[in-house]
C-alpha cells in the first residue's frame, strides 16, 4: 500500500462491472469480500479494491471521512 492510496478511495471510481462508476469508498462490503475469495485485479484497482477491503472488514470506514470531506465527495445513499 502507498500512502496515496487512502486518498485515491475516496476519488476512483470502480472502472467496470456491477458498481460501474461508483467509487471505490462507497463499495459494498459483500462485494469487497467477494473480490478477497476471488482475487484482486491486479494493479491499481486491485491494491484499491483490497485496502477497501481492509478499512471495511475491519469497521474502519469512518477514516474516510475527512478525505470525502476535503475531496467534496458524499458518502452514496444505500
Known amino acids: 500500500m502507498k500512502p496515496e492510496d487512502i486518498a485515491?478511495?475516496?476519488t476512483r471510481e470502480m472502472p467496470y462491472g456491477k458498481y460501474k462508476g461508483r467509487l471505490m469508498a462507497d463499495l459494498p462490503g459483500h462485494y469487497l469480500a467477494w473480490f478477497a475469495r476471488?482475487?484482486?485485479p491486479p494493479g491499481e484497482i486491485g491494491r484499491?479494491?483490497?485496502l477497501m477491503h481492509?478499512?471495511?472488514h475491519?469497521?474502519?470506514s469512518d477514516l474516510l471521512t475527512p478525505l470525502r470531506a476535503k475531496s467534496g465527495a458524499?458518502?452514496?445513499r444505500r
Do not use: H
Request: a negative charge.
Open 8 to 10: 485515491l478511495l475516496v
Open 38 to 40: 476471488e482475487g484482486f
Open 48 to 50: 484499491l479494491l483490497a
Open 54 to 56: 481492509e478499512i471495511d
Open 58 to 60: 475491519n469497521g474502519l
Open 74 to 76: 458524499s458518502p452514496e
